[in-house]
């Protein structure tokens, strides 16, 4: 009896180890992309499987570019105060920051048009060498807005007399211009970069002698901002009797779209 199990299990090992032996001979199935008119695209790969190599039919880009004057200055300005105390430095910045805030008012800014983009109070330490430790010697109040002035006229006075309401505290951190409704502009530039991809479509065709089928794709991408041209501010010199007022110059802004469009190949 023992010698028949023997047996019997001898032989079921030598019959796993057959179907083993051909299962990984058995050959392994491919995958293959067709391409136009049943042509085999691709090339194998150690696991036997056809990848492609390259896209069907005919992928082009278009860009489209217009431009447009802003309509909106955004300034950011506030005020930065420095203190041997908290309480000082605190009255300091809320008085000269009033002072711009009653200027803003006084021009016709709208509360919705001025947010508070900044507001820190820090301490301001040295090194000392006896206690070979840091202290403070004083602290340090900022307070930035962010203003959308939408009387483009205006943005020069208002900077002039911000900077005077704001005295030695006054900060004006950058200005930049924006178009309030962009969208037509937008349209432009799109209109623009769909033809720009067109013709190219059309040309590689014709220089190729392929026939152009139809499109089958497209997709959009557009620029998070326009691009500033030609824009400068000229701020007033503060060390004359009378000076001259900031002059801003707006400039143009770019709008660009960008396309990508696939078509057929018949």
């Known amino acids: 009896m023992k010698l028949r199990s ?13 179907i083993v032996s051909m299962v990984a001979c058995a050959p392994v ?19 036997g ?57 006084n021009a016709g800014v709208n509360d919705k048009d001025i947010q508070t983009t900044q507001f820190n109070i820090q301490q301001l330490t040295r090194w000392d060498d006896k206690q070979n430790m840091s202290v403070v010697i004083g602290y340090q109040i900022s307070n930035i807005v962010t203003v959308k002035i939408r009387d483009m006229n205006k943005s020069g006075t208002i900077i002039d007399k911000a900077a005077e309401a704001g005295g030695d505290l006054i900060r004006v951190n950058g200005i930049s211009f924006m178009v309030e409704d962009p969208s037509p502009l937008y349209k432009i530039a799109r209109e623009k970069a769909i033809q720009h991809a067109t ?25 998070y901002a326009p691009v500033t041209r030609n824009s400068y501010m000229k701020m007033s010199d503060a060390s004359g009797i009378a000076p001259a007022p900031t002059s801003i110059s707006a400039g143009e802004l770019e709008f660009e779209a960008n396309v990508q469009m696939v078509y057929q190949i018949d």
């Not at 136009?36 to 150690?46: A, E, F, M, R, V």
């Open 29 to 47: 199935p491919t995958v293959v992309y067709q391409g136009p008119q049943g042509t085999q695209i691709g090339s194998q790969s150690s696991g």
């Open 199 to 223: 013709d190219k479509a059309k040309q590689l065709s014709q220089v190729s002698g392929a026939k152009l089928g139809k499109l089958i794709f497209m997709s959009e991408s557009t620029p």
């Open 6 to 18: 023997i047996i019997g299990i001898c032989g079921m090992v030598l019959l796993l180890a057959v």
């Open 49 to 105: 499987i056809i990848v492609s190599q390259q896209s069907l039919g005919l992928w082009v880009n278009g860009v489209g570019k217009t431009t447009g004057a802003p309509d909106v200055v955004v300034l950011t300005l506030g005020v930065e105060s420095q203190d041997k105390t908290v309480a000082v430095a605190q009255k300091a910045a809320v008085d000269a920051m009033s002072g711009i805030m009653q200027v803003l008012k």
